[in-house]
């Protein structure tokens, strides 16, 4: 039954741009995508191993400067004389960099970080991102600094025996963003449900036990910070290939924060809570633009936010999952008496 | 127990919290297939002896051999990795899991697959997951649970929380299963059912250490008993000894009932 919904599902977002023709509307679809993918993947640590990453943008930020600097080239001295040359290589192979970059930071990050638990390990990754972010800002050779990196190109894909289809129009973009966002669900999904899924449930529900079982917890969390990494790393690059043009502002703490958001009222440690939380602060800003100042978004924003969590307090899709779980066991419970009573009648 | 080989061995061990001694020379051998209990009135040391032999804690001198290695430096994971498993005081299980997802959690060293193995879900981890399924079902059903399966772990009274632990112990596939106060918050009949469930886990060649408080259940199921008390070894000896021991009356029920 779940395979059956995440097809629908599925079907229903690849049907979206039939009829819905408004470039506008499709264009907050896609940074709503985007932005989703991240979110998931800072979900696989937040809400499968317990560990919140207040730093997970310096990810995305990573995916997105390592694919467009894959893409434009650059040249860099060094101390010495000794001079960088990189010839500017395609997109898609700057997407691929993105990800085993961005996986490999989040695997040093990982290692370093997870000698400490709570708060410490957030404020070690809120670190991480801003010194990524300074990087970022002061290597003004590689980076452009606040210039920011400009004409990045889209992505191109070679079809076998169509020769190579760029995708420039939003149409293509919003395609690419559904199927990378679906390999990235199935991915996590693969994950949390298979062995190592697991460990990581166990060391978020009581470590000492889970270690007292056998299982690394190095080695657990390591894993789950690469893969989470390495998708927001995929997701930072397809960012920095649709909006072609990547400034030092991408690793502004505050996108951190809407990912937070975006999980917490969605439902941590749910698959598709992401989504949902995603579709909603993602596209509220949509539906709000013409009735409301800027100013008075954000407040509306924090609003919902507190409504969502006073109401559903688990986030939304765990919240209502239970809630029709409980109704069909009353359902499951209140059948066998209405018929025995029945049957007693006849006597 | 002079005929059998030594599985776990605690050599000199010591332990400080500050000026706190916990443990100090401490110096006892477990044989393989042996149900050793370790007693001692509160704050004697029992958990901490448990703590050092299974890596949560470092000794301050001395170390502790398990089937030849030593357990020094090793973390618990690792520890539990050589077959020796333990149990705990409180925190025996996940609780916002159900009790059957919980053993799947448990026989975390039985099913471990490759990483792309498992997210391509390539047939041998397929076959792997419903070997799990199917042990998970099995030990249930071995420790009395089979019908609360589906229940949250965290829901379950505290006596079958217990066992819930035993049975995760157990999914670790121990070679000796060290055991800390199982019994606590157990009924006479939930007792009497577990004490079986011991004897039936060392008849399957589990070496078996166990802390405990209800003493006419130690006395009924220990080979033998070692007494602690303030952090050093009082006594050792079979039941019928220790039973007898003025130290160790005198240790549990204070001076003058050694004299009565």
Same mark, same amino acid.
């Given at each position: ?55 997970? !943008? ?40 993105? !990800? ?22 957030? !404020? ?224 | ?23 100090? &020379? ?31 804690? &470092? ?21 539990? &990795? ?34 792309? $193995? ?15 399924? $199917? ?45 800390? $106060? ?40 220990? &080979? ?37």
């Amino acid at each position: 039954m779940k395979a059956g919904i995440t097809i629908l599902t599925v079907a229903a977002f690849a049907s979206v741009p039939l009829w819905l023709r408004d470039p506008y509307l499709l264009n907050a679809l896609i940074t709503t995508g985007v932005f989703i993918i991240a979110a998931m993947s800072l979900n696989l640590l937040l809400g499968f191993t317990g560990q919140l990453s207040l730093g997970h !943008i310096a990810f995305f930020g990573i995916g997105a400067y390592v694919s467009a600097l894959t893409s434009l080239g650059f040249d860099i001295g060094f101390p010495g004389g000794f001079r960088l040359v990189h010839e500017p290589w395609p997109p898609i192979a700057g997407f691929v960099l993105a !990800i085993l970059i961005a996986g490999l930071c989040g695997y040093f990050v990982g290692l370093l970080s997870f000698r400490v638990r709570g708060a410490y390990f957030v !404020i070690v990754t809120i670190s991480f991102a801003e010194v990524v972010r300074l990087v970022a800002l002061n290597w003004v050779e590689l980076t452009q600094g606040p210039l920011a990196l400009t004409n990045i190109p889209s992505i191109a894909i070679g079809l076998p025996g169509l020769g190579e289809l760029t995708l420039r129009t939003k149409l293509q973009n919003y395609y690419l963003v559904l199927a990378v966002a679906f390999v990235a669900y199935l991915l996590i999904a693969r994950l949390v449900h298979s062995h190592f899924g697991r460990a990581m449930r166990g060391l978020m529900e009581n470590e000492t036990l889970a270690v007292s079982v056998g299982i690394d917890v190095t080695r657990t969390l390591t894993l789950a910070a690469v893969i989470s990494a390495a998708i927001a790393g995929a997701a930072g690059s397809l960012y920095a290939h649709y909006i072609r043009i990547i400034d030092p502002e991408v690793f502004a703490f505050i996108n951190t924060v809407t990912m937070v958001i975006m999980v917490i009222t969605g439902g941590k440690g749910s698959l598709a809570g992401p989504v949902v939380g995603g579709l909603i602060f993602g596209l509220l800003p949509v539906v709000l633009r013409p009735i409301m100042a800027p100013e008075a978004q954000w407040i509306a924003y924090g609003g919902v936010l507190i409504v969502i969590l006073f109401v559903l307090p688990r986030g939304i899709v765990p919240s209502l999952a239970q809630r029709l779980a409980k109704r069909k066991r009353e359902a499951a419970t209140v059948a066998p008496v209405a018929f025995s009573e029945r049957a007693k009648e006849p006597a | 127990m002079t005929s059998r080989a030594i599985a776990l061995d605690v050599e000199q061990v010591a332990v400080r919290f500050g000026g706190l001694v916990a443990l100090s &020379d401490m110096n006892f051998t477990v044989g393989e297939g042996e149900i050793v209990s370790l007693i001692g009135p509160n704050g004697a040391g029992k958990t901490t002896a448990f703590n050092v032999m299974t890596g949560f804690l &470092d000794p301050a001198n001395g170390k502790v051999n398990y089937r030849g290695t030593t357990l020094n430096g090793l973390k618990p994971h690792q520890i539990a &990795d050589l077959g020796l498993i333990r149990t705990f005081q409180r925190t025996s299980v996940f609780p916002n899991d159900t009790v059957y997802d919980n053993l799947l959690i448990g026989l975390h060293r039985q099913g471990r697959v490759g990483l792309f $193995e498992a997210i391509l879900s390539l047939p041998r981890a397929r076959a792997s997951e419903r070997r799990l399924r $199917e042990r998970a079902a099995e030990l249930l059903e071995r420790v009395g649970l089979a019908r609360r399966a589906h229940d949250l772990a965290g829901s379950l009274s505290y006596g079958e929380q217990r066992l819930v632990g035993v049975a995760l112990a157990l999914a670790a596939e121990p070679s000796m299963l060290l055991l800390d $106060e199982p019994v606590s918050g157990m009924n006479a009949s939930e007792t009497h059912a577990f004490v079986e469930l011991i004897r039936n886990i060392r008849d399957r060649g589990v070496t078996i250490l166990l802390v405990e408080h209800d003493m006419p259940m130690v006395m009924s199921v220990s &080979d033998r008993i070692v007494v602690l008390n303030y952090g050093r070894i009082i006594a050792e000896g079979p039941p019928d000894v220790i039973r007898n021991n003025p130290d160790v009356i005198e240790a549990y029920l204070g001076q003058g009932a050694t004299r009565a």
